[in-house]
């Protein structure tokens, strides 16, 4: 069993910052891929960034790559999203995803385990 806890999320205007930070919990991290994910009210879920546990590996959508950096500290199982330059088209409630795939077309998939979600809002 795996859980995932996020924290970091907030307003910020146009331009600015945020961190997010999802915890793990569980016997399994390693080797396992994991990111983040966001919704926006009316839209479906999708996948902005993911990293192989304690390998590497990253992928980022078209709509963030270059202003949104993940990261991982292995010793701490914690994951990390730096997200700047941000816009109002990237409020979202934003969630950690844990064992999903990326298709080499780049389309996340569903995760099997799901953080409880933060709220990223965006204003300009």
């Known amino acids: 069993q795996v859980q995932l806890v996020e924290s970091g999320g907030g307003s910020v205007q146009a331009g600015g910052s945020l961190r997010l930070s999802c915890a793990v919990s569980?016997?399994?991290?390693?080797?396992?891929?994991m990111g983040w994910f966001r919704q926006a009210p009316g839209k479906e879920r999708e996948g902005v960034a993911s990293i192989v546990g304690g390998v590497g590996g990253t992928y980022y959508s078209d709509s963030v790559v270059g202003r949104f950096t993940i990261s991982q500290d292995n010793t701490k199982k914690t994951l990390y999203l730096q997200m700047v330059s941000l816009k109002p088209e990237d409020t979202a409630v934003y969630y950690c995803?844990?064992?999903?795939?990326?298709?080499?077309?780049?389309?996340?998939?569903?995760?099997?385990?799901w953080g409880q979600g933060t709220q990223v809002t965006v204003s300009s």
């Open positions: 995803a844990f064992d999903f795939r990326v298709s080499p077309l780049g389309v996340f998939g569903p995760a099997e385990y």
């Open positions: 569980g016997n399994t991290y390693h080797g396992y891929r």
